[in-house]
């Protein structure tokens, strides 16, 4: 019981992230003109996260979504610096793992999570939703290699929570190699550290990948 309590405890610190980050605040960011309907219906749906109304905040984020992926906007492409498409599908499939691991409302008052009451469709919706930030992430670093460190720590957090889906889905192996790659983007992500101990895995080598990554990293950013 206790390991799937504090297994469950992960999806929450994620969930309470995304209300305490700001990712898409209008004020903070000058977004392409293209960008900004899709934005502001991103800024709305945050904005409804941290009131914790995630009914609302999802409507508001499949919204943003669409119209990111919308043919005449193609923020799914990652094409130039915009990068909140990511943040969104990665917020959808937090939310979404929540109400896959503890039901609709997320009642995070019972003792834990029973995996026989794992909801299945929620589960492949946070599932699909998570792999989709991350490919998206892959796809976004590909057009702007100067962002490494901004796309070394969303990345990982996107995998982090990717893995927790693995895991309820049965996936262990696939759990641990995911945590693992979280840890090697970036060697702090405690919530990929703690889950692989969890599992039975030492982070260690993980992390110290990572750390010898990022220095590798670095080193050829200086030429």
């Known amino acids: 019981m206790k390991k799937r309590y504090l297994f469950g405890a992960l999806v929450l610190v994620a969930l309470a992230a995304l209300a305490r980050n700001c990712r898409y605040g209008a004020e903070k960011q000058d977004v392409p003109e293209?960008?900004?309907?899709?934005?502001?219906?991103?800024?709305?749906?945050?904005?409804?996260?941290?009131?914790?109304?995630?009914?609302?905040?999802?409507?508001?984020?499949?919204?943003a979504r669409a119209e990111m992926e919308h043919e005449?906007?193609?923020?799914?492409?990652?094409?130039?610096?915009?990068?909140?498409?990511g943040f969104v599908c990665n917020d959808i499939g937090v939310i979404r793992l929540a109400w896959a691991l503890y039901g609709r409302p997320a009642d995070t008052t019972r003792g834990g999570i029973d995996p026989e009451k794992v909801d299945p469709a929620e589960l492949a919706a946070a599932t699909a939703s998570l792999e989709a930030a991350v490919a998206f992430y892959h796809r976004w670093y590909g057009h702007?290699?100067?962002?490494?460190?901004?796309?070394?720590?969303?990345?990982?957090?996107?995998?982090?929570?990717?893995?927790?889906?693995?895991?309820?889905?049965?996936?262990?192996?696939?759990?641990?190699?995911?945590?693992?790659?979280?840890?090697?983007?970036?060697?702090?992500?405690?919530?990929?550290?703690?889950?692989?101990?969890?599992?039975?895995?030492?982070?260690?080598?993980?992390?110290?990948?990572?750390?010898r990554a990022r220095k590798q990293t670095k080193k050829f950013r200086l030429f």
Do not use: M, W
Not at 72 to 85: M, P, T
């Open 34 to 63: 293209k960008y900004r309907n899709a934005h502001l219906t991103a800024v709305s749906a945050q904005n409804l996260l941290k009131q914790k109304k995630y009914e609302e905040a999802l409507t508001y984020y499949e919204a």
């Open 72 to 85: 005449a906007v193609g923020a799914d492409k990652g094409e130039d610096l915009y990068v909140n498409y």
């Open 144 to 211: 702007n290699p100067q962002e490494y460190e901004r796309y070394a720590r969303a990345v990982s957090e996107s995998l982090a929570n990717l893995g927790v889906a693995y895991k309820y889905a049965g996936e262990r192996d696939r759990a641990v190699e995911t945590f693992g790659d979280a840890l090697r983007f970036h060697p702090k992500n405690g919530n990929a550290e703690r889950s692989l101990g969890l599992l039975g895995v030492d982070p260690a080598p993980y992390r110290e990948a990572g750390e």
